[in-house]
């Protein structure tokens, strides 16, 4: 098959999930933290499609969530890219059909993303790095913590979306087709 719905179910879901996690920071303003639950967005992609497929699902959730973050443009994008390929390469290693592994790499993509995103705030802004830095740890605490919930939910998410629309429910068997 040349097009799979499943990275178009994917994509939708991904962009389900992030404006979500917006929602929930508006509505949690009062507390002065905000949830980071970038994380399960990199995970099933690679481990479900084939590489073409995985590229262009990346693409377009990265260029999303780009374009309504404050962060440079194409940060998200190369993220993605990066841990979805590393991911992609050791693919076979994993359990794709149940949640151990996913959640696991979620947790890892996520402190990633939050790392990157608290070099790119501090190398701006010298003056208040242990504030930052406090602040940054709280968050990504919190957030991880949280994602422990909704991480297997949102992949059990996804593979409902996948029998719902009759596609194939399994992952790929190769990493490179």
């Known amino acids: 098959m040349i097009f799979d719905k499943r990275s178009l179910l994917l994509f939708a879901s991904n962009v389900l999930l992030f404006h979500l996690m917006l929602l929930v920071n508006s509505s949690i303003t009062f507390a002065g933290f905000n949830l980071?639950?970038?994380?399960?967005?990199?995970i099933i992609?690679?481990?479900y499609l084939?590489?073409?497929q995985f590229f262009i699902t990346s693409l377009l959730t990265g260029f999303w969530v780009d374009a309504a973050l404050p962060t440079p443009f194409g940060l998200v994008t190369l993220l993605?890219?990066?841990i979805g390929s590393l991911i992609l390469l050791v693919r076979l290693r994993f359990r794709a059909e149940k949640n151990f592994h996913p959640a696991l790499l979620a947790q890892i993509a996520n402190f990633i993303t939050g790392l990157t995103f608290f070099y790119l705030s501090v190398s701006s802004n010298f003056?208040?790095?242990f504030n930052l830095l406090s602040s940054s740890c709280i968050e990504l605490i919190i957030s991880h913590l949280a994602l422990l919930g909704i991480a297997p939910w949102f992949f059990n998410f996804q593979r409902s979306l996948f029998s719902i629309f009759?596609?194939?429910?399994e992952p790929e068997s190769l990493p490179f087709v």
């Open 36 to 42: 980071f639950i970038l994380g399960p967005l990199f």
């Open 45 to 47: 992609a690679p481990l």
């Open 50 to 52: 084939r590489a073409d």
């Open 80 to 82: 993605m890219l990066s």
């Open 127 to 129: 003056t208040d790095f």
């Open 166 to 169: 009759e596609t194939k429910t």
